[in-house]
């Protein structure tokens, strides 16, 4: 996905050349892709990622055939096309410290996140002998820049809303990634809670999946979560990673946001559900194969949320 960087951003006139401006791929970059790809006809497909000023740049220079008329067999290659990150004093907001690096960006987010985990869960993370928040603050703030700067288009530039450098307020900041992060933590907590049961004897074991009685899962939230997230998954991944073609036969994008976007509608039903329905009821013979059906459902989700999180290399949390 598209970072953060130190390059000043493309103004609306078009790139702006100085000493530090790279020079466009010419005439030899693309006689030494045509050589490549002759050389190793194993490849199917070659994807040039690069950032939006520099699409026509590459294209131009995998379709300009050499001196002897050899192409690069271009059918064969697909650019990817970045746009850029915008943070505040970047033609953002005119008041706010300018942010000039990625390093700048992940250190406040990882402020803004070690400050809300310390107001909500500092008393219960000392009182469990937690004392990795930093850790927990860095992953939680990866998640939030990961959805960020991928909920968004590919070709389309990312504004990301930061305070100042010695603000933690989170104001304008989008946290669909951190309240991902949150859900599935909730369900960790909700599943040891359930293992911690069986270990001490107060439920029996989980019988085999085959004699769990889904008949009982009978609440309309239960079969939102199957039909709606469990099933479909194979077949959202399927569409995420499919190219798309924009305005060229060359340039596609990876419609990544549908990851994204199944998540954190995934995080939201689970949570409506979780806050209403009570998973691990009294110990009694007769709500057990109930308990045993909405533990499975549960494990079931957890999973997709797992495989899609590490679809955007992303390491969950399983406890806060």
Same mark, same amino acid.
């Given at each position: 996905?598209?970072?953060a ?9 078009g790139p ?17 892709v045509a050589?490549v !790809?002759s050389?190793?006809? *194993?490849?199917s497909?070659?994807?040039h990622?690069?950032g ?7 294209q ?11 192409k690069s067999? %271009?059918?064969q ?10 943070c505040?004093?970047?033609g953002?907001?005119k008041?706010?410290d300018q &942010? ?8 406040i987010r990882?402020?803004? !996140?070690?400050?809300v985990?310390?107001?909500?869960y500092?008393?219960?993370?000392a009182?469990?002998g937690?004392?990795?928040d930093?850790d927990?603050a860095?992953?939680?703030?990866e998640a939030v820049?990961k959805?960020?700067?991928? *909920?968004?288009?590919?070709?389309c530039?990312v504004?990301?809303?930061l305070?100042?450098s ?9 946290l669909?990634g *951190?309240f ?5 933590a909730r369900m960790s907590?909700?599943l040891?809670q ?13 019988p085999p ?9 009978s609440?309309?939230e ?6 709606g997230y469990?099933?479909?998954y194979p !077949?959202?991944?399927?569409?995420a990673?499919?190219f ?7 340039n596609v994008?990876?419609p ?6 199944f998540?954190t509608?995934?995080s939201?039903?689970f949570? *409506?559900y979780?806050?209403?329905v009570?998973?691990l009821?009294a110990?009694?013979?007769h709500l057990?194969?109930?308990? %045993? ?10 999973q ?6 590490a679809l955007?290399? &992303?390491?969950?949390i399983?406890n806060l």
């Amino acid at each position: 996905g598209p970072v953060a960087s130190e390059d000043t951003p493309t103004p609306p006139g078009g790139p702006v050349a100085s000493e530090d401006t790279p020079t466009p791929p010419g005439g030899s970059e693309a006689l030494e892709v045509a050589s490549v !790809m002759s050389s190793h006809s *194993s490849i199917s497909d070659v994807v040039h990622v690069v950032g939006q000023r520099w699409s026509y740049a590459v294209q131009q220079a995998v379709a300009t055939p050499d001196a002897g008329g050899v192409k690069s067999p %271009h059918d064969q290659c697909r650019v990817v096309a970045v746009g850029g990150v915008y943070c505040n004093g970047m033609g953002v907001s005119k008041n706010a410290d300018q &942010i000039t690096s990625l390093s700048e960006v992940v250190s406040i987010r990882t402020r803004q !996140m070690h400050s809300v985990y310390s107001l909500r869960y500092g008393r219960t993370a000392a009182a469990k002998g937690v004392t990795d928040d930093q850790d927990v603050a860095r992953k939680m703030a990866e998640a939030v820049m990961k959805f960020e700067m991928l *909920s968004a288009d590919l070709n389309c530039p990312v504004k990301m809303e930061l305070p100042s450098s010695s603000s933690t307020d989170d104001s304008g900041t989008r946290l669909d990634g *951190s309240f991902v992060m949150y859900n599935y933590a909730r369900m960790s907590t909700l599943l040891s809670q359930y293992q911690r049961h069986v270990e001490r004897g107060e439920y029996p074991p989980p019988p085999p999946m085959e004699d769990v009685d889904f008949s009982l899962l009978s609440d309309m939230e239960e079969w939102n979560l199957l039909w709606g997230y469990v099933l479909p998954y194979p !077949m959202m991944v399927g569409e995420a990673a499919t190219f798309r073609p924009t305005h060229s036969s060359m340039n596609v994008t990876v419609p990544l946001k549908k990851v994204c976007l199944f998540l954190t509608r995934l995080s939201h039903a689970f949570s *409506s559900y979780y806050s209403r329905v009570k998973i691990l009821l009294a110990p009694e013979p007769h709500l057990m194969p109930l308990i %045993h059906a909405r533990v499975l459902l549960m494990k079931t989700v957890q999973q997709v949320m797992k495989n899609g999180l590490a679809l955007l290399a &992303i390491d969950p949390i399983d406890n806060l």
